[in-house]
């Protein structure tokens, strides 16, 4: 399986505040209903610098997200009024592992500890 991974940077202008936000989860919630959609997760940087992470299955299903109107009509608003600069990476996941602790944190550990 050849999954995908997309680093979009980017940072918003002040004017994002009308509009940007109720776009962004309406991007998202449609982004999740695509066949091939993994997951997606946002952070933000003290700069202001803001980082999505977004998976998909493979090219073929992201490229029907690249091509949804919707989705096309969200870019163009976001070059047109919201995004002061963006820069994308799409990279392949060349191998994944994934580690679950069977134990809870107990409130003795050092994990706990730093909460």
């Given amino acids: 399986m ?6 979009f940077r980017s ?4 004017e994002a505040a009308n509009g940007y936000p109720e776009m962004a989860a309406e991007m998202e919630a449609h982004a999740r209903t695509f066949e091939g959609f993994i997951d997606v997760k946002s952070f933000l940087a003290e700069d202001g610098e ?11 299903s992201l490229a029907i997200w ?4 919707r989705h096309r ?3 163009q608003q976001g070059r047109a009024l919201w995004y002061e600069y963006y ?6 996941v060349i191998r994944q592992r ?13 994990a706990a500890a730093a909460r």
């Fill in 2 to 7: 050849t999954m995908l991974v997309i680093l």
């Fill in 11 to 14: 940072k918003l202008t002040p």
């Fill in 50 to 60: 803001r980082l999505t992470v977004v998976w998909w299955r493979d090219e073929e």
């Fill in 66 to 69: 690249r091509n949804d109107a």
């Fill in 73 to 75: 009509v969200a870019q």
């Fill in 87 to 92: 820069k994308m990476d799409v990279a392949t």
């Fill in 98 to 110: 994934d580690f679950t602790s069977l134990q809870p944190v107990s409130e003795h550990t050092p």
